[in-house]
């Protein structure tokens, strides 16, 4: 939040960056609520976890808006593929959310997501087609390296997420997935450097 704060000097009004410090506030508060709630008896409210998701996406929501009007405003014109592999880390992110938070709930339940939320096996294919987007066109040295370090990593756990309901391990997905995440962020770089 403070990035965005200190970034969009003369872009975003102080009213547009506010209304996503409040979305985001709302989130961080629900996140004690569920940190504290698993302290307390051990493992999370599943009404508490699906709010969490509702606010999560609420606040994607208009960060996404924000996104848009700054790009907008400042008519810079942002490569096809940078854009590709931005999405797939948002995509990614909210997948790994939701694949943990279905992994961690209790025998009893099953977290379901937010009441909007698109499936995980869609999401899946959305970020299939976003990486397909970002290694179109080829590549070299260390543009080929990371892309195709991303591919492998997505390849070993792809299924997974498809088939979200088969036992996995899901410290071997969040672990994959925050690699990917870390890749798709040098992938970006890399990009915005060769552009």
Known sequence: MNSVADSTAGVLSGE??????????????LMRS????????????LRLV???????????????EMYAVARESTEVATAQRVEAARSAAVTMAQMMAKYSARTHSSVSQTFQGSSNDIPLDEQAKQFDAFLS???????QGPLKAALDDLTSKWEFIRGS????????V???????????L??????????RENA
Do not use: C, H, W
């Open 34 to 45: 569920n940190i504290n709630d698993v302290r307390n008896t051990g493992y999370p409210d």
């Open 16 to 29: 547009q960056v506010e209304s996503l410090n409040v979305e985001f506030d709302k989130f961080k508060d």
């Open 161 to 168: 997420y498809i088939n979200y309901n088969d036992n996995n």
């Open 170 to 180: 899901a410290f071997v997905i969040d672990r994959y997935s925050k690699g990917i």
């Open 182 to 191: 870390r890749g798709l962020e040098t992938t970006i770089g890399l990009l």
């Open 133 to 139: 987007q970002i290694t179109k066109g080829g590549a």
């Open 50 to 64: 699906s709010d969490m998701a509702n606010q999560a996406l609420s606040m994607n929501q208009v960060a996404s």
